[in-house]
């Protein structure tokens, strides 16, 4: 049986076994069997340690000792067929081919591209040990949570419960081959050093154990749905977690939402009427609204913001499986830059389903006592006054303002989470409800502001019809009245309450999310 899992495909085995046998004895593999042919010296100016006759059972300072920056060094040089101070993909393979391990060209490019910092197209040794350190924490959180008994070792038992758990069922017996793959030593269990040694130098991106604790796009609402999807494992596919995460996600949307709607139909009357001749703050507005049409008033177009959760999200989650499936990659998880251009993609898919929804959401926000008797009669008269194509304006600003959006949110959500699993993360990829909220809040926040201007934008553009005596402007044209007239402050009008609204938001979707999943079974690990 081909052996599966996102973290059990076949893996580097001997490179630090090889360095085992030729530094400490030589022809003799450390598990008490041959070794392979021993290291040609000349393909690498690693450096042999010497080890004391007196004790057989020396810890190798490669693969296991406290020596860990000799380690990494010893397997650079190993790799750096050439010599330059560089690993690029021809070095990967021809040194990982010496060492009798093969990967293909696709996982050795994923390797290199994850850890390049600088884009030159190789690995220097800093970036070699940067990349290395990173992958062994998260090998690190995934061996303790393999590790049931909390014994220091995974045996066949343990190898086949964690595989149920991510949707894959495999005999005892094919849990003992794949065991005997790692095992070196002839125990049958599996220890830190040899786990970490197997799995090293494999391009994996996502460890379920990660996905599990670190959704933020389905359990955070902000009001704004330009976000990446939340990635699942296997098991949650094929259990059925998912639709119950996003049901439970979608409840706890509307809740926050209806909750903080007074301070989102501000954000929209700012964003319309505030200018240099006609400030608008927030006490003011609040005043207001509430005098032309009392406190009812304050949650005016937040009906339809509620019922656009659902549609949008199932579409946006189907848009994004498929669009995975048309990317082509046989992974559970895709990389980081494959989620932005697939998110990104189907969060275009969405808004330009629902978006007609968007632009009767600011219409309702913005009406006057009396104007609209709901939510059909708005469509009725915008359709009858200004046609079809009043439901698509602001579509282009909208469509704009998704990338910046959802790949700053990416790239610091990422970041953050990289940070405290390397720094804090223990014995558990589970940050805790206050890393996790305070992880989301920043990376959402750090989004809404870059595509803020464009948000502006599309407001108005979607409000123009609705305001008396308003020009009817192009993007472009808008935009240039606005810093003609306004200076650039006049893009980021609303700013104060939409930024009022994303710990309230966040917290009360967080609250109503935990308690949704207990309601509907969902499982937490």
Known sequence: MHQQGSFMPTLLGDV???????????????????????????????????????QPEHPCEICGGPEQDHRLKVLFQVLDVNGDGGICINDLTIGLQKLGVHRTEHELMKIVKAGDKDLDGRLDFEE?????????????????SLDKKNDGRIDSQEIMQSLRDLGVNISEEQADKILRSMDKNGT??????????????????????????WKHSTILDVGESLLVPDEFTAEEKKTGMWWRHLVAGGGAGAVSRTCTAPLDRLKVLMQVHASKSNSMHITGGFVQMIREGGMRS???????????IAPESA????????????????????GITERLVAGSLAGAIAQSSIYPMEVL????????????SGIVDCAKHMFKKEGAAAFYKGYVPNMLGIIPYAGIDLAVYETLKNWWLQRCATDSADP???????????SSTCGQLSSYPLALIRTRMQAQ??????PQMTMTGLFKHIIRTEGPKGLYRGLAPNFMKVIPSVSISYVVYEHLKITLGVQSK
């Not at 990349?131 to 061996?143: A, C, G, N, Q, S």
């Not at 304050?298 to 656009?308: C, D, E, F, P, Q």
């Not at 019809?465 to 308003?470: C, R, T």
């Open 16 to 54: 630090f076994c090889q360095c085992r046998s030729s530094d400490t004895h030589p022809g003799v593999d450390p598990g008490g069997g041959s070794s392979q042919e021993a290291r040609d010296p000349s393909s690498a100016s690693a450096p042999s340690e010497p080890v004391s006759s007196g």
């Open 128 to 144: 070699f040990v940067h990349y290395l350190r990173d992958h062994e924490t998260k090998l690190r959180l995934v061996f303790k």
């Open 188 to 213: 049958m269990t599996i220890d830190w050093n040899e786990w970490r040694d197997y799995h090293l130098l494999h391009p994996a991106d996502n460890i379920p154990e990660i996905i599990l604790h």
């Open 298 to 308: 304050l949650w005016r177009g937040n009906g339809i913001n509620v019922i656009k």
């Open 315 to 334: 579409i946006k989650f189907m848009a994004y499986e498929q669009i995975k499936r048309l990317i082509g990659s046989n992974q559970e998880t895709l």
């Open 361 to 372: 959401k600011t219409r309702l926000a913005l009406r006057k006592t009396g104007q609209f």
């Open 432 to 442: 805790g409800v206050f890393v996790l909220l305070a992880c989301g809040t920043t």
């Open 465 to 470: 019809a609705s305001v008396e005596g308003s």
